[in-house]
């Protein structure tokens, strides 16, 4: 509930602020209200950097509904996005503060947007589904539209369009990218989308979708036209959101994302005949980890769900759904599922194949040195283990 409240607590003083705008209230108290949200919310965040749980690098506080079409509502805080959430619920009362004085007209208008930019930007860190990303990243512009349009300088009509039209276009490309992943992967979420398998020629279109997108609103050079008129004709408030946290998001999410999707050639080519043990083992550590995290998450969904899952003798599996459960939500599941179940094999399928390569040059290594122990051994034990946890 923690993340809930994160989200829904601007949204209710904008709500407050609504509803007693018609009542007498003095621009004093519109400013105090939303300044109290601001700073309940930092107090919220606190919370959540106290309890987060740092020698562990899975997602926390996550919740998670399927009853959304097309995409699922699921949220959660890992170690990167929990500081740019201290950082927007720092940054918000302050640039409330930063204009208490300069701005005398629309207060309501001023303090809504700032509010609801709060909001937008915070679900943005803390969406795991990725096209529920990509609504909350452009939802953030007719906000920002909006606080340059009205409270800006006097070119602030032209900047308003030059930061919507530049950033929105750019956009286009991150949306292809998704589309892309989405069509492929047959699910949006976040963490099992970046763990895939996509050939070359997938990822580099993925790759520069994605890096051509956040190059725009970042904005590198050639492509930073849009941020000069932005910042000098937005009003303080908005020019330190736009600088702290709006040019941080992008850069946090590119080192998520695209760092994540960035061409690589181990799992898009044959394993090498010639590669030496010690190289095997570094691939097989580096394999392992996320076996465990995909077998962590497909038996985290099955008990969670009260999916039965039966595996027969020769390896096939078949999906029990109980029947009080919606056929929109099974079926969710059961895709989820499916793509889970299929990232595991694979990942099995690429360790087996390192393990026998590694037999092989070992068995050669033996008869040189009769001393030689197998570094092979505990991997192996651990792959079993894992696999026995998986499905049974």
């Not at 033996?366 to 505990?378: G, N």
Request: glycine share 4%; proline share 3%.
């Amino acid at each position: 509930m923690l993340l809930l409240s994160l989200l829904l607590t601007p949204i209710l003083g904008v709500l407050a602020i609504y509803s007693l705008k018609d009542s007498g209230l003095s621009l004093g108290n519109i400013k105090s209200i939303a300044l109290i949200t601001s700073s309940l919310n930092f107090l919220i965040s606190l919370v959540i950097f106290i309890s987060f749980d740092f020698s562990t690098n899975q997602f926390q506080f996550v919740q998670e509904c399927y009853e959304i079409s097309y995409f699922d509502f699921y949220l959660g805080v890992d170690g990167l996005s929990l500081y740019f959430i201290l950082l927007t619920t720092l940054i918000i009362p302050i640039s409330l503060v930063s204009n208490w004085k300069s701005i005398t007209k629309n207060v309501e208008s001023y303090v809504i947007m700032i509010l609801l930019l709060e909001s937008l930007l915070l679900s943005v860190f803390l969406a795991l589904d990725i096209l529920l990303f990509y609504i909350f990243f452009e939802s953030i512009l007719p906000p920002l539209f909006i606080l340059i349009g009205l409270f800006g300088s006097d070119n602030r009509v032209k900047a308003s369009f030059y930061l919507f039209l530049y950033t929105l276009l750019g956009s286009l490309f991150l949306l292809l990218s998704i589309l892309a992943m989405s069509s492929i992967m047959s699910t949006t979420d976040f963490d099992t989308l970046f763990k895939g398998i996509f050939i070359y020629l997938t990822q580099l279109f993925l790759f520069y979708g994605i890096f051509i997108a956040f190059a725009v609103k970042t904005p590198t050079i050639f492509l930073n036209t849009w941020l000069l008129k932005a910042h000098v004709e937005s009003p303080l408030g908005g020019s330190m959101i736009l600088a702290s946290n709006y040019l941080l998001m992008l850069v946090s999410k590119n080192l998520c994302g695209n760092y994540r999707v960035k061409p690589h050639k181990f799992i898009t080519e044959p394993l090498k005949s010639d590669l030496g043990i010690s190289e095997i083992i570094t691939q097989i550590d580096t394999l392992l980890p996320q076996l465990t995290n995909f077998i962590y998450q497909f038996n985290t969904t099955v008990s969670q769900s009260g999916i039965s899952v039966i595996t027969d003798t020769i390896g096939n599996m078949s999906i029990d759904v109980p029947k009080h459960m919606s056929e929109e939500l099974a079926n969710k599941l059961t895709n989820r599922i499916g793509i889970i179940d299929r990232l595991i094999t694979t990942r099995s399928q690429d360790i087996s194949d390192l393990v026998q390569k590694g037999y092989i040059l070992e068995e050669k290594i033996k008869l040189a040195d009769s001393q030689y122990v197998s570094q092979l051994t505990d991997r192996m034990q651990e792959y079993k283990r894992l696999i026995s946890s998986y499905k049974h």
